[in-house]
């Protein structure tokens, strides 16, 4: 089964700094999208990437797709309080079922 | 209004008890998904729906079982609690394959 490892597990930053999150998979990429959780809360869609070298940007979050190292990458430019949160990568298996594996994901705590 | 809702959002009940979680969308999407979010496990995919004849089981199905209503609506059920399915539910959908998966607000479930 497809296995995804985010790093860092945690991450405390201060307000405009900038940082990046990894998700690696053990098989092959298909589809990989990106999620926000508040605590405790649902998940917030933030991009989907398919294609190899693949890059989205939605207001100052950046995602990257590296097929051939089965890795995306995450990065936030001049963080903000409302970045905070739980950021979790999750990978499409492929076939149609469309089943995603998730990772354990990246808790981001912005400081001020 | 959300246009994935669950019901309840929080739900507090006792070893033994059989108990159903609700979820309905807005979006027209035939495939639907119940999951579980534990602390550092990440999402573990319990079932899935691609209409309402067809339902499959995902990884963590047992001791859950799942009924599809209508196109809109998915529920999941325990038959009988365990204080192990203590966590946080997630109902999500998505439209053809590779479709973003949009999740629903989650619903925290204790067991005692």
């Known amino acids: 089964s497809q296995e995804l490892e985010q790093s860092p597990q945690s991450l405390i930053v201060q307000e405009g700094k900038n940082l990046t999150i990894n998700c690696t998979s053990s098989k092959t990429l298909y589809g990989l999208y990106w999620y926000k959780q508040k605590y405790g809360e649902g998940l917030i869609f933030l991009m989907m990437?398919?294609?190899?070298?693949e890059e989205k940007s939605h207001e100052k979050i950046t995602a990257k797709l590296d097929e051939k190292k089965q890795q995306s990458s995450l990065h936030i430019t001049a963080s903000q309080p409302s970045h905070a949160g739980i950021y979790l990568c999750g990978a499409d298996g492929g076939g149609t079922a469309s089943k995603l594996t998730f990772g354990t994901g990246t808790r981001l705590q912005v400081t001020l | 209004d959300a246009d994935v809702t669950q019901t309840p959002r929080n739900r507090i009940t006792k070893t033994g008890k059989r108990i159903m979680l609700e979820c309905s969308q807005t979006?027209?999407?035939?495939?639907m998904y119940w999951y579980r979010q534990d602390p550092g496990l990440g999402l573990q995919l319990i079932y899935y729906s691609f209409d309402v004849k067809d339902i499959n089981k995902g990884e963590i199905s047992d001791g859950y079982s799942v009924s599809r209503q209508a196109q809109a609506k998915f529920s999941l059920s325990l038959e009988s609690a365990i204080p192990n399915q203590t966590a946080l539910y997630f109902c999500?959908?998505?439209?053809?394959?590779?479709?973003?998966?949009?999740f629903g607000p989650g619903t925290r479930l204790t067991v005692l």
């Open positions: 979006k027209g999407h035939d495939r």
């Open positions: 990437l398919q294609k190899g070298g």
């Open positions: 999500a959908t998505s439209g053809t394959p590779g479709d973003t998966q949009y």
